[in-house]
Structures are given as C-alpha cells and as structure tokens.
C-alpha cells in the first residue's frame, strides 16, 4: 500500500479580495456578496460591507440637507472650532515673534486700503480679524468664546461651507465699515492699526437675528444682547465700534441671502451668486470711499 500526499486544492476555489487579488479573503459582503479583506471591509449595521458597496451607497443615497441649503453634518461645529484654532495660533505667533512682526503685516488700518499712498493691501482686512490685542488676553477669550457660542447654533443650520463664507464675509464687512465711518489716512500721521474678530462676531449676531427671524422664533434676548454690545462699543476707548457695526450689517445681509433663498435645485447657485454680490458690493463701497 503507497502512502501519497494529499493534492492542495486548486488556487481557484480560495476566495481573493477584488481590489487585492494577492489576499485570500473568507470574509464576505453582505449586500454583493464579494469577498473582501481587512483592508476594504467597513463594518455595516449586520457584518461588513466592501468598501465599493458602501462607495456606491453614498454616489445614490440622495444627501440631506437643511432648510438653509447646507449639507446637514453631524457632530462638532468643525468651522468654528477651526477658525478658533487659528485664532489662537495667530495671537501665539503676536506673542512670540520679535518686533510686532505679525501684527506690522497683518493689521488692518485705512492708509492700507489707499493706492495713493503706494500701500495697496486690501487682504488686511480680512487677516486682521484673525488678530487680537496684545495687551488683554481678555480680548480673545471673549471673542472666541462668543464665536463658539454662536458657532455651535449656526453652522449646524447653515451648512459648514456657508457659515464660513458669512464669517469671512462679515469679517471684511466689519474693516469696511471702519473705512466708512473713520477719517481717511493723512500723510505724515501714525497709523493705528485695528485687530480683532468682533466685527466678524457681529456678523454672526446679524444672522442669527435674521435665522431667528425667519424661523419664527423670538429675537427680543438677541436684540439686549446686541444692544449691550454696542453701548459697550462707544463707551469703552479703543474699540472700534464702526467695525461692529459693519460687520452687524454684513453679517444680516449675508444671512438674508441664504434664508430667504427659495429651496430648490438652483438654491446653492443662487446663494453663491447672492454672496458674491455682497462682497462685490463691500468692494464697490470701498473703492468709492478711497476715490473721494
């Protein structure tokens, strides 16, 4: 009697991954049914499912989205955290670096915004709202807390992308209306040159006035707090109340714009269109305020 050794069984019959067909793979997907290895398995509700299945679930499965026209994101307001984050890197960066370097470059003052004076740098009104005084640390807490605050109600309504748009926008509102309401540059005179997030903060008071406003809901707490704020404005020194109250503009107009969009397949196209005739607009009142 002969003793032979078992043939191994044909390469064939062993289940392989799709996508790596070096690695056998006994796991297989519940919804196709395809083998799958560690690498493209995604746990499912029942067992995993192979990354191309859950791949095309997404491509087909309509995204939800708010009555703002946002894609509805669960989770941390991740915007506000970010530009909070940035916030706090900048005023690092103020304290550290020698000679007021980043607040010599990135501070806004209106002689900066006037080409006849050969210092054209119209992007300092928007990095100065990522600044803060050196002088207090209570400036950044109460602005970032205040944007976190306000953060946390409006990104999730308005959609991560919008939010940040309104912010940025508010944020450039708030230096023009500084130009607006103060005396242009004198040759010769100091510059002082205006730092903070309030005029972009004011910006998310105005909307959420505006988002409360459109949903019914009572504005007369957002009213005391904005009425606060300004009174705090004229009677504090150093603050610069005009880039609150531009940004306060800035932020309402903006925020019309997304809410009283009417829904439908256009309404992202119709906001983005909306939004940028504000900035246009910010724009065009700049330059005619510069020209006079």
Not at 221 to 245: D, E, K, R, S
């Amino acid at each position: 009697m002969s003793y032979g050794i078992p043939s191994a069984e044909p390469s064939a019959q062993v289940p392989v991954c799709p996508r790596h067909p070096d690695r056998p793979s006994y796991v297989r997907c519940q919804r196709c049914g395809r083998p799958a290895c560690p690498d493209c398995q995604r746990a499912a509700a029942v067992g995993f499912q192979c990354v191309d299945c859950v791949n095309e679930t997404k491509r087909t499965t309509p995204e939800v989205r708010t009555v703002y026209g946002g894609a509805a994101v669960a989770g941390k307001p991740l915007v506000t955290y970010v530009i909070i984050a940035v916030c706090v890197v900048m005023y690092a960066l103020q304290l550290l670096l020698p000679n007021e370097a980043v607040y010599q470059n990135l501070a806004y003052a209106n002689g900066y915004v006037e080409p006849r004076w050969g210092e054209f740098e119209p992007w300092r009104m928007l990095t100065a709202a990522f600044l803060h005084s050196q002088g207090s640390y209570l400036h950044i807490i109460l602005n970032m807390y205040t944007l976190w605050i306000f953060g946390q109600a409006l990104e999730p309504l308005l959609g991560r992308i919008r939010f940040l748009a309104l912010y940025l926008i508010a944020a450039i509102g708030g230096s023009v209306g500084y130009l607006m309401l103060t005396s242009l540059y004198v040759p010769g005179q100091q510059q002082v040159g205006v730092v903070g997030a309030s005029g972009a903060i004011f910006g998310l008071f105005g909307a959420m006035l505006l988002v409360q406003r459109h949903r019914g809901g009572d504005t007369r707490q957002l009213w005391v707090l904005i009425a606060i704020n300004g009174v705090i404005g004229f009677l504090i020194p150093q603050i610069a109340w005009q880039a609150h109250l531009g940004g306060l503009a800035t932020g309402a107009l903006c925020a019309a714009v997304l809410a009283y969009t009417p829904r439908g397949p256009r309404q992202g196209l119709i906001q983005a269109a909306g939004l940028a005739a504000v900035l246009a607009l910010l724009i065009a009142a700049s330059w005619v305020r510069i020209s006079l």
